[in-house]
């Protein structure tokens, strides 16, 4: 009789455990789901299409004042991130993880600055990766309020890179710079560099991203002539340099598939 029972109530607590199992999947993965593809339903639900992103892109290569470019980043703000899934882009991605990678202090301590900060994509990264301090700094207004909604930065300031220098007061401040996307042909003059070094205490880090397709490898060459010189000029010293085949998807009829991009990480000396 006893065995009996004990079969029984074995039966029962494995036909407990099927149920809560059942329960759990039912619940948890979708939820799941909805957080890994939360972007992509949006992106269907407003209706964005890659040839509408690449559309957006190439109008703001005609842009040929200061004041069309913060224009046209004031009024893409809105479908900023939703677009740049659309495209793949990696650079802030690939950037934290180098960053990542050789960083050894306090990272809840550390203070960085974001630079061409958009909608606040890199200092999301960033914080995944336990970082917990930034400012951010942007030419157009729409992205800061959009970066200000992620409630990630302590400080936004709006700056025109190129046109205006970074704060005095900013001088060997950081403890992490960080500019991604606007080292580019048409965005900021390399000569920037210089404030991003500038801006950064003694042993932190400086790390920038570029495009490696045909459109950018003039401005790419200066740029890296700009880097190396610096560090002739023993103002920091090479980390690491990578380049990658699939930085994001061309947007351009010369560009099939995806095109190249490179990351540098500098130590301040």
Known sequence: MWEAFDM????GNVFLRTVT?????CHILPMKISWEYCTDLSIMSAGRTLENVRATILSAHKSSTIEDKISFYDSWAEDYEQDLVLLDY???GLAANMISSHYSGDREAALMLDVACGSGLMAKQMKKLGFGHFVGVDGSKSMIKVAEQSELYQDLKQC???EEPLPVQWAGLFDIVVITGALSVGQVPVSVVRELCRSTKQGGYICMTTRSNHDNLVYKAALECELEQMEEQGLWSSVEVTEVDKWERGVSDKEDG????AVYLYKKL
């Open 21 to 25: 199992l059942l329960l759990l999947c």
């Open 90 to 92: 990696r650079a802030p």
């Open 160 to 162: 025109m890179l190129g």
């Open 258 to 261: 995806y095109i190249p991009g």
């Open 8 to 11: 029984k109530q074995k039966e």
